[in-house]
């Protein structure tokens, strides 16, 4: 049973349903369940820093029942903004409710899209890989597998990463940096590796150029099915789904920074180049995302077999408390500054 303790990740597309199906105040359903009983069932079910031992992680990392829970929320994404833009299409909605719809609907799309294809994007199989793709493509944010599969991962914790905040950056001054730098980036992965190929620019191994054709193709079959608005609808509800994830990359990595050894090179990323957070509930909805430390660690690891380790800076909240903390930022600064270690912060500048 333990197993299938995942399933608790599709309580995040059921307050989307609400949502999607309420008017008034609950068209925030998923909002408040977000920022509110989230992290009130993380204060009440504490941390847990337990790792599995050798034999369960043979046994899991193998185990179809996770890909599966993975896999399931492909249609629960594209069928729950079906249903939004249907109801965005036929009934008459408040401005005030037309905000919480967005915000929901781009909540659900950073958790259960972008989330599961960051997962996917890490895998071999190109079913998966596929997969990935799929889902970043209604959060507008496709060259996001080049730049973090290419990109971020290599540079985490350096100046070089634009996914890594700096020391005393506001998470509003972020969201323009990383979205502007990852952007530029993944285009410059994207020339290199036709270049390393011998490939031409226009080459149908030019993913961006791909990516700059799926995305204008997936707002303009919104627009046909349904009205300009509702692919206006679409496009916000995209916006607001990237940058979540820019929250989300905020507190996974600000202020931390990697050294550079006698060679001139960065170190090796290690587990203290992120930041980690054990807050149970948390972990389980947003598939072990939150065992940041470990991913950059060792990126290939499957969700289900992340560690927690000693020496990971650990996030004094759980994800969503993290990240409505970073809406403030004197706040987020007076408890997240004396955390960081010193040697960083004199880098981080």
Not at 17 to 32: A, D, E, K, M, N
Not at 89 to 97: F, G, K, L, N, V
Not at 226 to 243: H, I, N, R
Request: net charge neutral; charged share 15%; proline share 4%.
């Amino acid at each position: 049973m333990r197993d299938l303790k995942y399933l608790f990740a599709y309580t995040v597309p059921l307050a989307a349903y609400v949502s999607f199906q309420s008017t008034g105040i609950w068209t925030y359903s998923l909002v408040f369940y977000a920022f509110l009983i989230i992290p009130l069932l993380d204060i009440i079910t504490g941390e847990s820093s337990e790792n599995l031992a050798e034999e369960d992680v043979s046994y899991k990392k193998t185990k179809w029942v996770f890909d599966l829970m993975l896999y399931l929320n492909v249609p629960l994404v594209f069928g729950l903004l079906f249903l939004a833009f249907f109801n965005v299409a036929t009934r008459d909605y408040s401005t005030a409710e037309y905000v919480g719809l967005a915000i929901s609907g781009g909540i659900f799309l950073a958790t259960n899209g972008i989330n599961v294809a960051h997962e996917l994007g890490h895998r071999k199989a190109y079913v998966d890989r596929f997969i990935s793709k799929c889902l970043y493509m209604p959060c507008l944010y496709m060259h996001f597998y080049i730049e973090h599969n290419f990109g971020h991962h290599l540079n985490v914790a350096t100046p070089e990463d634009g996914a890594t905040a700096r020391y005393n950056q506001t998470v509003y001054g972020f969201w323009i940096t990383s979205v502007s730098r990852q952007y530029i980036s993944a285009w410059k992965l994207q020339l290199q590796l036709l270049k390393r190929k011998n490939k031409p620019f226009v080459s149908i191994q030019n993913d961006m150029l791909w990516y700059h054709l799926i995305q204008p193709a997936y707002l303009a079959s919104i627009c046909f099915l349904f009205s300009w608005d509702v692919m206006l609808f679409a496009g916000l509800v995209g916006v607001v789904a990237f940058l979540f994830l820019e929250c989300i990359n905020y507190i996974e990595h600000y202020g931390l920074r990697r050294m550079k050894t006698e060679s001139g090179r960065y170190e090796r990323v290690q587990p203290y180049h992120s930041w980690n957070s054990n807050f149970n509930v948390g972990r389980i909805a947003l598939y072990e995302l939150t065992r940041h430390s470990d991913h950059h660690f060792k990126s290939t690891k499957k969700y289900q077999t992340l560690n927690s380790h000693k020496e990971s800076p650990n996030l004094p909240a759980g994800y969503p408390a993290s990240i409505l903390m970073s809406f403030f930022p004197p706040l987020w600064f007076w408890v997240m500054n004396p955390l960081i270690p010193e040697e960083m912060k004199n880098i981080s500048q």
